[in-house]
């Protein structure tokens, strides 16, 4: 019956993530283009996705005007071999577009990792996904021979030929289906670990770790398609049994586009939540760097900003940072007043150590201001002050 047709669905699910993962998307390529020019291979490989997920929508779409989402009994028959041959076509489209957007989130947690069997577990993972996925394509576009027998095959003069067990199609999609689950849920998980220990505002670290961690919630759609996935053996009425297969995959995958689209949208978030930023144009938003410093077990990430100023992300437990304040001045050469008291008018101020930068700058900023103070006055001396930092590990 007409009314039993599933299209109108099919079509809604396919323009909304159309729209959705498009504007996440955009807002990636122009923070990450534009606002902190990193653009990379992830980058790249994201905007693949997206094109070929709107390819895979674009057909989806045709497919449900041929009769997509309906019993065959309520199709003409002209149309049946053209929906039928829309279907197929979204099958491939939809493993080289999840193929592009996991190596795409792949490249991106590689390119924050700190340890080294983090990164071991990204390309294990990768690497799984990667090839069972080509292995799931070449299955798919080849079950067939000649391939034009998968929608012919409806019309009153097929084509000679054969075409795989639909349940070894079948099979092989839930194989694929678990994979992308482990994959999804251990791309979800790492950046907990990743962003946890690093010295940022808790809300900061909170709103990191759940954006990317996002994709968990394509994994859930990947688990709702399950029950679903046996309907791929419905020869016979194919076009209606398989609409949740459609459906969820293209849940799946339009949030899995925009899920890594969200995690690059660092800039923005710094408008909404705070967080810490270099002086000047510094920007903790640009990309992050791995560096040899001697903080192997802390975690350290370092980003510079438009001009070259340098913003660092590390753990600074059981260390300790020594800050030595010496002026120079015309009349007696060198002093070193760290730690003296002061009397009358001869005061500085400086500190025996400090627990961040913060402090610093706040105490070269006074002392800067006395130093301005000192030269206004009649007959001032010439005074530089210079501040030095050690940083030492505690015991």
């Known amino acids: 019956m007409a009314a039993d047709s599933r299209g109108p669905q099919i079509g809604a699910i396919a323009y909304t993530f159309v729209i959705v993962s498009s504007i996440a998307t955009l807002l990636r390529i122009y923070c990450r283009g534009w606002v902190i020019k990193a653009f990379a291979a992830d980058d ?26 309906q019993h065959i009994g309520d199709i ?160 016979d009425d194919f076009l209606y049994s398989t609409s949740d297969v459609a459906i969820w995959s293209t849940v799946e995958t339009g949030i899995g586009i925009s899920a890594s689209g969200f995690a690059t949208l660092r800039p923005l978030l710094r408008t909404f939540f705070g967080g810490s930023s270099a002086q000047g144009n510094g920007t903790s938003a640009r990309q992050w ?37 010496v002026i120079n001045h015309s009349k007696t050469g060198e002093a070193d007043i760290e730690g003296q008291k002061y009397k009358g008018d001869n005061r500085s101020d400086g500190s025996d150590s400090v627990g961040g930068l913060e402090d610093w700058n706040n105490s070269q900023s006074n002392l800067a201001e006395r130093g301005e103070e000192a030269q206004a006055g009649p007959g001032a001396w010439n005074i530089t002050v210079k501040k030095s930092i050690v940083q030492t590990r505690g015991v």
């Open 44 to 69: 790249w490989l994201a905007v693949v996705a997206q094109i070929l997920f709107i390819v895979f929508c674009a057909y989806e779409i045709t497919g449900v005007h041929y009769g997509t989402g």
């Open 289 to 325: 760097h791995r560096t040899d410093s001697d903080h192997p077990k802390g975690g350290y990430i370092r980003s510079r900003g438009v001009d070259g100023e340098a913003f660092e992300l590390h753990d600074n437990a059981g260390k300790r940072i020594g800050v030595t304040t």
């Open 76 to 235: 003409a028959d002209e149309n049946i071999p053209k929906a039928m041959q829309m279907w197929w076509t979204c099958e491939p489209l939809y493993v080289l577009t999840n193929m592009a957007i996991k190596a795409s989130i792949a490249i991106f947690l590689l390119r924050i990792c700190v340890h080294k069997y983090h990164k071991i577990t990204i390309w294990v993972v990768t690497g799984v996904t990667e090839v069972y996925s080509l292995f799931f394509f070449l299955l798919f576009v080849l079950q067939c021979r000649p391939t034009s027998l998968f929608w012919l095959r409806y019309t009153s003069d097929p084509p000679e030929g054969s075409c795989l067990d639909a349940k070894v199609v079948a099979n092989a999609f839930y194989g694929y289906s678990a994979i992308s689950c482990w994959t999804d849920w251990t791309f979800s998980i790492l950046p907990i670990f990743l962003v946890w220990k690093l010295q940022m505002n808790l809300r900061v670290k909170i709103s990191v770790v759940l954006i990317l961690a996002a994709g968990a919630i394509a994994s859930s759609a990947t688990i709702v398609r399950f029950p679903y996935l046996h309907s791929l053996t419905d020869i």
